[in-house]
């Protein structure tokens, strides 16, 4: 039977966003080619994430070890390799987090099967199998063919696909597999401590409003203006690029490919033209809401709900009129 691996990312005793969101992915493409979705799950104690992946998949391939109770690169490649060399599986998708950027290449060099790296998409047609990533900075998307190989590997971006649990739950069955490693395996690399990266007063790829400002805010003396708008909806603010380049809000606070990704309920887009660099950064929100006054602006392309009208009039009515609806 045809397979697909999806390889479980977790940490500090948490499963990551990007798992689901393969999963997702996975499950779509097997649907197409009539393949078997399959989870591999590394680590020690994680027995319970394997009751979870069962939702998702057809099998989860549980290695337990406690030695790999912190992810080692290493150590992973060596279970990865023997459950891939035994398995054949048609496809192998790992997340483009650092886990993945670190263990995919050296994974599929030892391997020797294709790799392609930062997908933001899956898709198979007329019998064959691509992978969709970005080139040129993100101006054009290319479609990966893949063939004459066995085995494919590719790195999914984070936000390539919305998360959702199949309805209903698929029930996977838990498949145990001893550990390969030996104490040898760790004698050149070992996990020490997870270096957090250095967060601001709000992150807001964890926010579930976000009010993002863009060069149509014009001088940093009104951003203030949108920032009281922000709070009245109960969301962050956050920015493109040029507003960063500026120096008018910090980097922490930047959405778009060269900033953060955010996935919030509600996204407002405030004088922002919508260039590509910046909608693949809101490409997993709920509902997009801009407001510009160019009725042509990109950004209309992907919104919900739209505006066209000049910001400095509109966001002091919508503020003022969710004020009163609050009662304040």
Known sequence: MVEVLVL?????????????????????????????LTVALLGFNVK????????????????????????????????????????????????????????????????????????????????????????????????????DAETYMVTIRSGAFQPEKPEPPMGGGIINIPSPLTDEDFAVKKFVEYVEEAKGEIDISAADIVVSVGRGIKDAKNIPLVEEFAKAVGGVLACSRPIVDKGWLPKDRQVGISGKTVKPKLYIAVGISGAFQHLAGIKGSGVIIAVNKDPKAPIFRVADYGIVDDLFKVIPVLKDKILELKGK
């Open 8 to 36: 479980a990312e977790h940490r500090k005793g948490e499963l990551r966003d990007i798992t689901f969101e393969m999963l997702t992915g996975a499950r779509k493409i097997c649907d197409k080619i009539g393949a078997d």
């Open 48 to 147: 319970e994430f394997a009751k979870e992946l069962a939702d998702y998949a057809k099998q989860v391939l549980i290695v337990e070890d406690e030695r790999i109770k912190e992810f080692n690169s290493e150590a992973y490649q060596k279970i990865l390799a023997k459950i891939i060399g035994e398995r054949k599986p048609l496809l192998v998708m790992i997340g483009h987090t650092a886990i993945g950027m670190d263990l995919a290449p050296s994974l599929a060099t030892s391997l020797n099967i294709p790799l392609t790296t930062d997908c933001i998409g899956l898709d198979f047609k007329d019998g064959k199998l691509y992978a969709i990533r970005q080139i040129y900075s993100g101006k054009v998307n290319a479609e990966i063919t893949f063939k």
